[in-house]
């Protein structure tokens, strides 16, 4: 992750910390091999936060997590609640999104429903992030935190 996307993603977390105190959240919290980028934790509840700024592959996020569902991984909550956060950089021009978002969106959308006490959310960030190094936004902090409040409220 960029700078940007850690003061973000941070930003997201702090939020999320005010708007829902009896989960317990943080960054970076491994799954298999990789992290996910916000999580929250209660003794029955599971919420990950994937934030996809402009990765190439996005369903990868989707699909790491159901792999741990499936192999049992999660099993102690009852609920696990899975959020997928797109920037503007999978919006087309000329409306609609990308395939990139949709088949991530596809896959989180079949692997769900496949697993009673999972929900799987989409949801836009909405702003084109900068390139690295690029200038950042001058609304980026707002749209944190309403990203952060359409979270809180799916919970």
């Known amino acids: ?13 702090e939020r999320l910390a005010e708007r829902r105190p ?12 990789t ?3 916000v ?3 209660t003794d029955e509840r599971f919420v990950a ?9 996005p369903v990868n996020n989707t699909a790491k997590l159901f792999y741990a569902l ?6 102690e909550y009852d609920r696990v609640s899975i959020v997928q956060v797109f920037t503007d950089y999978y919006a087309l021009e000329s409306g609609g999104v990308s395939s990139k978002r949709e088949v991530a969106e596809f896959v989180g959308r079949v ?24 200038e950042w936004p001058e609304n980026w902090v707002a749209v944190a935190d309403e990203t ?3 979270i809180a409220a799916l919970l």
């Open 1 to 13: 992750m960029g700078t940007f996307a850690e003061a973000a993603r941070d930003e997201i977390r």
């Open 22 to 33: 009896r989960f317990s959240w943080g960054t970076e919290h491994r799954i298999r091999r």
């Open 35 to 37: 992290p996910v980028d």
């Open 39 to 41: 999580v929250g934790v």
């Open 49 to 57: 936060v994937e934030l996809e700024w402009r990765r190439a592959d």
């Open 70 to 75: 499936d192999a049992g991984e999660l099993a």
């Open 111 to 134: 692997a769900a429903s496949q697993f009673e006490q999972v929900s799987f959310y989409p949801l836009t960030f909405a702003l084109d992030p900068p390139k690295r190094g690029g």
């Open 148 to 150: 952060a409040d359409r």
